[in-house]
T-cell receptor, first 114, second 115 residues
């Protein structure tokens, strides 16, 4: 089945550590890619998105993601996390060949220890 | 702008009861969506409305109905609630139908517990 996979369900790290969250999708063809974040008690907010062009995308709060088409991946990175980055992160994909529906990965819970 | 608003924030139902979740957006968006969020499964699309007057099934439509009341409002109805419908429900909207390089904007969610 076509899907979006986030390999890490939970990540715990200390402030100032680097963060990388993996996202892989199984759709062929053109895709639009997103990372959303859900802070505790809040609704989903868009971190960044990729539609076309430079595969290295910069988003809010120092996050960036790299689209590697050959690996069907869109990994999220942040060089130095803060306690306020504690949240759940969702990768999402719109595959144009699959009915243009936004499909989410299972999410990764990130806990940053002060 | 309030963005996307949802009511209620929390609800407890008994099995077999019915209820309607309300969603409204003030961004003049054409498309609206209902998702459910369950642990480890991300968000799954229940129903969506690409434009006023149209609705379509998503990935998990069974047990739900929707109404696109007007351009602003999109409601989700559970006719006979079941414990499997315990979840957090999110409404979202986008200016144009999903897939046309559109970002979806989400509401704060409704936590539903079915006993």
């Amino acid at each position: 089945a076509q899907s979006v996979s986030q390999h890490n369900h939970h990540v715990i790290l200390s402030e100032a550590a680097s963060l990388e969250l993996g996202c892989n999708y199984s759709y062929g063809g053109t895709v639009n890619l997103f990372w959303y974040v859900q802070y505790p008690g809040q609704h989903l907010q868009l971190l960044l998105k990729y539609f076309s062009g430079d595969p290295l995308v910069k988003g809010i709060k120092g996050f960036e993601a790299e689209f590697i088409k050959s690996k069907f991946s869109f990994n999220l990175r942040k060089p130095s996390v803060q306690w306020s980055d504690t949240a759940e992160y969702f990768c999402a994909v719109i595959p144009k060949a699959a009915g243009n529906k936004l499909t989410f990965g299972g999410g990764t819970r990130v806990l940053v220890k002060p | 702008n309030a963005g996307v608003t949802q009511t209620p924030k929390f609800q407890v139902l008994k099995t077999g009861q019915s209820m309607t979740l309300q969603c409204a957006q003030d961004m003049n968006h054409n498309s609206m969506y209902w998702y459910r969020q369950d642990p480890g499964m991300g968000l799954r699309l229940i129903y969506y409305s690409a434009s006023e007057g149209t609705t379509d099934k998503g990935e998990v439509p069974n047990g739900y109905n929707v109404s696109r009341l007007n351009k602003r409002e999109f409601s989700l109805r559970l006719e006979s609630a079941a414990p499997s419908q315990t979840s957090v429900y999110f409404c979202a909207s986008s200016e144009a139908p999903s897939g046309v390089q559109e970002t979806q904007y989400f509401g704060p969610g409704t936590r539903l517990l079915v006993l």
